[in-house]
């Protein structure tokens, strides 16, 4: 005995600085970023949640709910409290806020930058206990390990990589073991912890919506398969009461957390876990036979106010346009929606499905491991692996709609691979063991309890489901719960037959050893795989490009060099109009006002953008100018090749333009269905501002060639001059051109002038652009 | 013009405590008493910072020994005056050496139109009949105007220097001359006075006799200047202190172009294609001293690293050249903050009495750039006491507390404010201050405390059992 509890105290002690070392693996892969490049914020997104933390931390909290942000979206601009997801910027917010008071005087820019390796190492952990519920301590360490390093968190989680998903899969995580965990304890303080937690998660991200279907999905087919407890009971009905209370009280979820269909499965299940558990009470107190009555007059009635209940709900869906679900969900369910209906959702590069490579970059070896997991998930069948193998099945069907859903899978398939590979080795060393002659000879003595920790909890998993019908009284306590253990081993004692019987079943010793050799090469692979993905895939920070070259590094910093540019040396007020790709940087960067941004919730004010980019000079003046722009800024990748850029974009425009305007015609702009911009290009493209703004001038950089090495092709029309706009500020390599509008001449213009530009620009916009050149008409 | 006249009662005001600050108890010989027998001056507008030599043969003639003499500056001219220096020479043309006079603002109760002074304190009083040789260097900013006030991107940027072909003094002058040095011999016009004579790159004005004092006669002279006009408009120095040997520096730089304004179209296809002809007045360089072993170096803004900059160190210097993000054209803007460490050893000494000192140099370490506005922040160890600053010209001092990693009772900072700061006032300070070795062990004493108390109360948790139902 005492030596077992020294066995357990060092395996304890082992197992908390493995952790540790998973934290720290977990924390210092992400940092390559800031080896590599430097420590910054990085893409898109992360700049505006970085913007709004340095609001946070400047203006506290009330200030920070009540945000108008009137620096974007102009004229419109956007209520930043209401629509944004708070948990990340609140959870930054707080570490700076920590550090500071502990005089500690880190920038909010180096708190966002290493939020993100912070909270994976949190979320390697929290996969641990998540699979330590599941399958025990060497699948739990196996998995955490494996999530530590997997390609595709890797990708949203490097250091600078400030987004929503950073901490939204340790929520995610955590809020899933705390429900396994309510499962199988059925204690109702882990239930609390569980609405938390998921509180936490729907403040930090909208992919909350898919903990509010998969749990309901787990207790409905919990009670599908006869599995009903009231562990389930707590586990699921305090996490929708408190859950959807809580949820409500973040504003950009509000009384969406009970108006749309997102969340009305959670809302049935609750009912029908509630018929449920009447119906195990009633039969409880009633006789078979009378029970047999009951069911027959509860089943007509309940069907009846079912169909009436349904038909509401049909009624009410049906009357909303999207039939309740935001553009998003539904295209998760109909993968072919979005690009039929919304090209600006469409138009995102991760909002795409996958392609085969892609599972193998971001997930690696885990997609051969995970099916064996599912199979050891069955070995036995328990609550906590009924709920996992679901995780895994529908995370897998919405990776495969969309790639950024990738990461969701993620984590299920770092369980399931964590619990295959400790199975395996499992299996393996036993058989090793048993056929080792050395270790044979006492292994008779050893067998009761020293079987490595993961078969140990299959029993207790198997105990555990034995003891399901029990109501479990007790409140486990730490004392109790090292008592249950013991119990446990004790139980386990007399099952040593049962035992013995599954030894037998040894593979033969050369199999095993070669087969765990391959295992440990696999992980091995598999490890590089990753160190790879971290050091040259995934840490770009994007807005600063580095090309090898032979004198050595090359760097290419434009983005900033432009965005400097326009925060020093533009008035504080002057409004920028772009692409909706560079909103959020500019804001950030640059702190100028723009007409749209990576929101994206106004379609027709970007199509208004869009359509002036793919109008000609005078009507594209004419809108920006009844926008109160003053500075058009365009990304050019032609002269350095960076593919990226506008031009390769511009098809999006012309789509999102003329979807709202229809005198944007896509075929204007494709000679043939293709699109190009040589001397076979069409007019339309010829004559559009993108293309002007693109090319002005850019055949004088090589010798009148003017030659694209993006589209590699030499471009279609080479001089022109810019009557409307004009060149204020060109960045180094030409990735970033900034041009301002002439102001208006001064005369009227005559007659047949005006009726010939009528003809050619838009009709409403060229209105309000006419009204205001020409006040006297 | 209400406002220039305030501007000039509060100037006016300023000057006179300053007078009664400085001890002037003994009696001051009246002007007539002196003259300058010859007087030679020397103005170097190459840069845009404007330096004057100014030699002056100074002779007794009154009756009782002299032991100051006055010099005489327009108003706007002595608002440009950076920095002014005198030496008395002696020996002589190849034996010179020169020993550094002292130098005050002063203001005369009856000055002509408005005149500024400073008086230079001779070592020994002038006795009658004797002449004495007195070299003065003084720094003018902001003194070149740039005319045409806006250029597009292909024009060179001209500009005026406005000053007076006499030497504006309080005395008789019996001979005089001026020399202009300008950049280049593309000199659009100036004022002629005869006799007036330019040959290359030198203007030459005079020689002149027999000038009565306040004699004035203005001229403008018009060239071309395409030296980098460097503007530092603000720029806040942070020298940090840790006795476990490093000093840290990290200087906040809001740099502009100061010459004419860029107007118009700025191509990136003629910048790059014509580095002669397009672009003369920008610059896209910029040259910083910094002391040898100089070690952690960066350089970065608000949005992050700025990857255009070469170090070179050696065992004298080093050099640390940057490039901001963009090309400056007249007018354009741009912030950036450098930092960097230094070895403790070369710059932290301990005094005679025991107290420790800092011995940095003051001004800003770019060169050629005038500081409109310099706040050097020493911040002194925690625990440190009684901090003093020496500085060898007026500046504004005050302390400041500011709080680090894990400071408790914050660490004095000592902070030290000037305007118009010349490459001249790169000269250096001491700060004095008293400070314990114990309070080095401060911080790591309290985080092993705290680790300590961590691990006894996780100790204390694991032994408790603090369940309400005994099992």
Same mark, same amino acid.
């Given at each position: 005995m005492e030596d077992s509890s020294l066995r357990y105290a060092f395996g304890n002690v082992l197992c908390f600085f493995i952790l540790l070392l998973i934290g720290l693996l977990a924390f210092s892969i992400r940092l390559f970023s800031v080896i590599k490049y430097e420590s910054v914020i990085h893409e898109f997104d992360p700049y505006f949640n970085y913007r709004v933390t340095q609001f946070l931390t400047k203006n506290g909290i009330y200030d920070f709910w009540n945000w108008f942000d009137d620096r974007t979206w102009y004229p419109l601009g956007r209520v930043i409290g209401g629509t944004v997801y708070p948990g990340l910027t609140l959870t930054a917010g707080t570490l700076w806020w920590i550090l500071n008071s502990l005089n500690i005087p880190l920038s909010v820019e180096t708190v966002c930058?290493?939020?993100?390796?912070?909270?994976?190492?949190?979320?390697?952990?929290?996969? *641990?206990? !998540?699979?330590?519920?599941?399958?025990?301590?060497?699948?739990?360490?196996?998995?955490?390990?494996?999530?530590? #390093?997997?390609?595709?968190?890797?990708?949203?989680?490097?250091?600078?990589? *400030?987004?929503?998903?950073?901490?939204?899969?340790? =929520?995610?995580?955590?809020?899933?073991?705390?429900?396994?965990?309510?499962?199988?304890?059925?204690?109702?303080?882990?239930?609390?912890?569980?609405?938390?937690?998921?509180?936490?998660?729907?403040?930090s991200w909208g992919g909350y919506t898919f903990i509010i279907n998969l749990i309901p999905m787990h207790a409905l087919l919990c009670i599908v398969t006869g599995r009903y407890s009231s562990q389930l009971y707590i586990a699921y009905c305090p996490l929708v009461v408190l859950g959807t209370l809580l949820a409500a009280l973040v504003p950009v979820v509000g009384f969406n957390a009970v108006l749309t269909s997102e969340h009305f499965a959670s809302f049935l299940v609750f009912i029908i876990i509630h018929v449920v558990a009447l119906a195990y009470y009633i039969k409880g107190i009633l006789s078979p036979k009378m029970f047999k009555v009951a069911v027959t007059l509860v089943v007509s009635v309940g069907l009846v106010v079912c169909c009436a209940v349904v038909a509401v709900l049909v009624a009410l869906v049906a009357s909303s346009p999207t039939k309740g679900w935001s553009g998003r969900s539904l295209s998760l369910l109909d993968p072919t929606y979005a690009s039929k209906y919304i090209p600006i959702i469409a138009s995102v590069s991760e909002h795409q499905p996958p392609t085969w490579p892609s599972y193998f970059m971001d997930i690696n070896v885990l997609a051969f491991l995970v099916p064996a997991g599912i199979v050891a998930c069955f070995l036995p069948l328990s609550d906590a692996s009924s709920f996992v193998i679901l995780y895994i099945v529908t995370s897998v069907y919405f990776s495969g709609v969309m790639v950024r859903l990738m990461l969701v899978l993620a984590p299920a398939a770092c369980i399931m691979s964590g619990i295959a590979l400790s199975e395996a080795f499992t299996v393996f060393t036993r058989s090793i063991k048993?056929?080792?002659?050395?270790?044979?000879?006492?292994?008779?003595?050893?067998?009761?309890?020293?079987?490595?920790?993961?078969?140990?909890?299959?029993?207790?998993? +198997?105990?555990?489901?034995?003891?399901?019908?029990?109501?479990?009284?007790?409140?486990?306590?730490?004392?109790?719960?090292?008592?249950?253990? %013991?119990?446990?081993?004790?139980? $386990?004692?007399?099952?040593?037959?049962?035992?013995? %019987?599954?030894?037998?079943?040894?593979?033969?010793?050369?199999?095993?050893?070669?087969?765990?050799?391959?295992?440990?090469?696999?992980?091995?692979?598999?490890?590089?795989?990753?160190?790879?993905?971290?050091?040259?895939? *995934?840490?770009?920070? $994007?807005?600063?490009?580095?090309?090898?070259?032979?004198?050595?590094?090359?760097?290419?910093?434009?983005?900033?060099?432009?965005?400097?540019?326009?925060?020093?040396?533009?008035?504080?007020?002057?409004?920028?109009?772009?692409?909706?790709? *560079?909103?959020?940087?500019? &804001? @950030? #960067?640059?702190?100028?006002?723009?007409?749209?941004?990576?929101?994206?919730?106004?379609? &027709?004010?970007?199509?208004? +953008?869009?359509? @002036?980019?793919?109008?000609?000079?005078?009507? =594209?003046?004419?809108?920006?100018?009844?926008?109160?722009?003053?500075?058009?800024?365009?990304?050019?990748?032609?002269?350095?090749?960076?593919?990226?850029?506008?031009?390769?974009?511009?098809?999006? #425009?012309?789509?999102?333009?003329?979807?709202?305007?229809?005198?944007?015609?896509?075929?204007?702009?494709?000679?043939?269905?293709?699109?190009?911009?040589?001397?076979?290009?069409?007019?339309?493209? !010829?004559?559009?501002? #993108?293309?002007? !703004?693109?090319?002005?001038?850019?055949?004088?950089?090589?010798?009148?060639?003017?030659?694209?090495?993006?589209?590699?092709? %030499? /471009?279609?029309?080479?001089?022109?001059?810019?009557?409307?706009? %004009?060149?204020?500020?060109?960045?180094?390599?030409?990735?970033?051109?900034?041009?301002?509008?002439? $102001?208006?001449?001064?005369? /009227?213009?005559?007659? &047949?002038?005006?009726?010939?530009?009528?003809?050619?620009?838009?009709?409403?916009?060229?209105?309000?652009?006419?009204?205001?050149?020409?006040p006297w008409h | 013009m209400e406002v220039g006249v305030a501007k000039h009662g509060i100037y006016l005001i300023l000057l006179i405590s300053l007078v009664t600050l400085s001890n002037l108890s003994t009696v001051r010989s009246s002007s007539s008493d002196l003259q300058i027998v010859d007087a030679e001056r020397r103005i170097d507008v190459t840069s845009h910072i404007v330096r004057v030599y100014l030699t002056l043969k100074v002779e007794n003639t009154g009756k009782s020994s002299a032991s100051e003499v006055l010099l005489a500056f327009s108003p706007e001219q002595a608002k440009n005056i950076a920095n002014l220096q005198a030496a008395f020479v002696t020996g002589k043309k190849k034996k010179k050496s020169y020993l550094p006079l002292k130098v005050n603002p002063t203001d005369l109760p009856d000055s002509p139109n408005g005149t500024k002074y400073f008086t230079v304190y001779l070592l020994n009083p002038l006795s009658t009949g004797e002449s004495v040789t007195i070299e003065v260097l003084y720094t003018l900013t902001h003194s070149l105007q740039p005319f045409p006030v806006e250029i597009s991107q292909s024009e060179p940027q001209l500009v005026y220097y406005h000053d007076s072909a006499l030497i504006l003094s309080h005395y008789y002058i019996k001979k005089q001359k001026t020399m202009i040095r300008t950049p280049s011999n593309k000199v659009e016009s100036f004022t002629r006075v005869e006799p007036a004579d330019r040959k290359g790159t030198e203007l030459k004005y005079g020689p002149y006799e027999d000038r009565s004092p306040y004699s004035y006669s203005p001229v403008i002279i018009h060239f071309e200047n395409n030296n980098p006009f460097a503007v530092v408009e603000e720029l806040v120095r942070e020298v940090e202190i840790s006795h476990w040997g490093n000093l840290q520096i990290t200087e906040h730089y809001k740099l502009a172009h100061g010459g004419a304004r860029h107007k118009g179209v700025f191509s990136r296809v003629e910048y790059q294609g014509r580095p002669s002809g397009s672009g003369a007045s920008s610059f896209k360089h910029l040259l910083a001293k910094l002391p040898p072993r100089v070690h952690s170096v960066y350089y970065r803004d608000g949005i992050g690293n700025i990857s255009s900059s070469h170090l070179r160190s050696d065992l004298r210097k080093s050099e640390l050249e940057i490039e901001p993000r963009y090309p400056l054209f007249g007018g354009w803007k741009a912030t950036f903050t450098i930092g960097y460490g230094l070895p403790l050893q070369d710059f932290l000494f301990e005094s005679d009495d025991g107290r420790r000192y800092l011995n940095f140099s003051f001004g800003c370490p770019i060169a050629e750039t005038v500081v409109d506005d310099l706040t050097v922040k020493v911040v002194l160890p925690e625990g440190s006491k009684n901090p003093s600053a020496l500085v060898s010209f007026p500046v504004e001092q005050n302390l400041e507390t500011s709080y680090s990693y894990l400071d408790v009772v914050g660490r004095t900072v000592v902070v030290l404010k000037k305007k118009n700061v010349v490459p001249e006032h790169n000269i250096p300070f001491q700060v004095y201050y008293n400070f314990h070795p114990m309070f080095m062990l401060a911080e790591p004493l309290m985080l092993t405390t705290v680790f300590f108390l961590l691990f006894l109360t996780s100790l204390a948790y694991l032994h408790m059992d603090i369940s309400i139902r005994k099992s």
């Open positions: 930058v290493f939020t993100a390796p912070i909270f994976s190492a949190f979320a390697a952990w929290a996969t *641990y206990y !998540l699979t330590k519920e599941v399958k025990g301590t060497g699948a739990g360490l196996a998995a955490a390990a494996l999530l530590a #390093m997997v390609p595709s968190y890797i990708s949203r989680s490097v250091a600078g990589s *400030y987004d929503n998903e950073a901490v939204a899969i340790f =929520a995610l995580i955590f809020t899933f073991y705390l429900y396994v965990k309510t499962l199988n304890t059925g204690s109702l303080f882990y239930a609390t912890l569980n609405a938390i937690a998921y509180f936490y998660m729907v403040c048993f056929q080792f002659p050395g270790i044979s000879q006492s292994h008779q003595i050893d067998a009761g309890d020293t079987s490595s920790e993961p078969s140990g909890d299959v029993i207790q998993n +198997v105990v555990k489901t034995d003891k399901i019908d029990e109501p479990v009284k007790e409140w486990p306590s730490r004392r109790n719960k090292k008592k249950e253990k %013991e119990n446990v081993e004790k139980t $386990s004692k007399p099952s040593i037959k049962s035992k013995i %019987e599954k030894r037998l079943m040894v593979l033969p010793l050369e199999t095993s050893i070669i087969s765990l050799c391959l295992l440990v090469l696999l992980g091995a692979f598999y490890v590089i795989h990753c160190v790879w993905a971290a050091a040259e895939a *995934y840490s770009a920070p $994007s807005i600063v490009l580095t090309s090898h070259t032979p004198g050595g590094l090359h760097v290419f910093d434009d983005f900033r060099e432009a965005y400097a540019w326009l925060s020093h040396n533009t008035d504080v007020d002057d409004k920028v109009a772009s692409w909706w790709d *560079y909103g959020y940087q500019t &804001t @950030a #960067m640059a702190n100028r006002t723009v007409i749209v941004d990576n929101n994206t919730w106004n379609n &027709t004010h970007i199509a208004t +953008v869009g359509t @002036a980019m793919s109008s000609p000079e005078k009507a =594209a003046w004419e809108i920006f100018n009844s926008l109160d722009v003053k500075y058009v800024l365009v990304v050019f990748g032609g002269l350095v090749g960076y593919p990226s850029d506008d031009i390769n974009k511009f098809l999006w #425009m012309v789509r999102i333009g003329g979807g709202v305007f229809p005198h944007i015609k896509e075929p204007d702009y494709l000679r043939d269905g293709q699109y190009r911009i040589d001397s076979e290009a069409t007019p339309t493209m !010829l004559n559009c501002l #993108m293309y002007k !703004l693109s090319y002005y001038r850019f055949v004088e950089t090589d010798g009148g060639k003017g030659f694209d090495r993006v589209r590699r092709t %030499e /471009i279609g029309k080479k001089y022109f001059k810019l009557t409307h706009f %004009e060149e204020v500020f060109t960045t180094h390599h030409w990735m970033v051109r900034i041009y301002k509008l002439k $102001s208006p001449r001064n005369r /009227i213009r005559s007659k &047949t002038k005006k009726s010939k530009s009528k003809s050619s620009s838009s009709t409403n916009l060229k209105r309000s652009g006419t009204r205001k050149k020409n | -």
